[in-house]
């Protein structure tokens, strides 16, 4: 069964610091892997994608991925965190042969000044 | 950007009464789905839904739920005789493709309050 592990439930760096958020996932075939931010009561935001193409995906607001097979990783960085990259990051991947996406427990990320 | 649209954003309903969420997919995704957040947990997948029928769905997606799309453009989730339990934020969601090879576009939300 196919899952994903999102090390570290709270993630904070200062403003300007790199951002680093792991995910780790478990799939016996090759998977679709997504990374979601969440804002304070608001809705899921896709920030990237994996879909089987480059393995360096870059997303939205400066943020890429990186997928590692040999690693089955697919962690999430930024190079210079901002104040208002501080949200909720969920890792996802999508299950072969279904409609569905398995969501990791996701990280909260804190930027201070 | 198209968006997925989810009415109302918050809900209060008495336990045992029946609740409606709304949602109005993308013109073009073919694919829809809901998915639930009860506060402080996991994203958790409800149901999948294409042509007209449920794909499918969770364990969590009992007799009390039904899923319709009435017309071209709703997307509807009917929770029968709520209980305290289902209390949580609701998201839509869409997708071109299947699996999401194109992304899923999922909505802001409903969050349902039962008391």
């Known amino acids: 069964a196919q899952s994903v592990t999102q090390l570290g439930s709270h993630v904070s760096v200062s403003e300007g610091a790199l951002v680093l958020l792991r995910c780790n996932y478990s799939s016996s075939v090759p998977p679709y892997l997504f990374w979601y931010v969440q804002y304070p009561n608001q809705g899921l935001q896709l920030l990237l994608k994996y879909t089987s193409a480059a393995t360096l995906v870059k997303g939205i607001n400066g943020f890429e991925a990186e997928f590692k097979k040999s690693e089955t990783s697919f962690h999430l960085t930024k190079p210079s965190a901002h104040m208002s990259d501080a949200a909720e990051y969920f890792c996802a991947v999508s299950v072969y042969n279904t409609d569905k996406l398995i969501f990791g427990t996701g990280t909260r990320l804190q930027v201070f000044p | 950007e198209p968006e997925v649209t989810q009415t109302p954003s918050h809900q209060v309903t008495q336990m045992g009464q029946e609740v409606i969420l709304r949602c109005v997919p993308i013109s073009n995704h073919l694919y829809f789905y809901w998915y639930r957040q009860i506060l402080g947990q996991k994203v958790e997948f409800l149901v999948s839904?294409?042509?007209?029928?449920?794909?499918?769905k969770s364990e969590i997606f009992d007799d009390q739920f039904s899923v319709e799309r009435p017309d071209g453009s709703n997307f509807t989730l009917k929770i029968r005789s709520t209980k305290l339990e289902d209390s949580a934020m609701y998201f839509c969601?869409?997708?071109?493709?299947?699996?999401?090879?194109?992304?899923?576009?999922f909505g802001s939300g409903t969050r349902l309050t039962v008391v």
């Open positions: 839904f294409y042509n007209n029928e449920i794909s499918e």
């Open positions: 969601a869409s997708s071109e493709r299947r699996q999401g090879a194109n992304g899923y576009t």
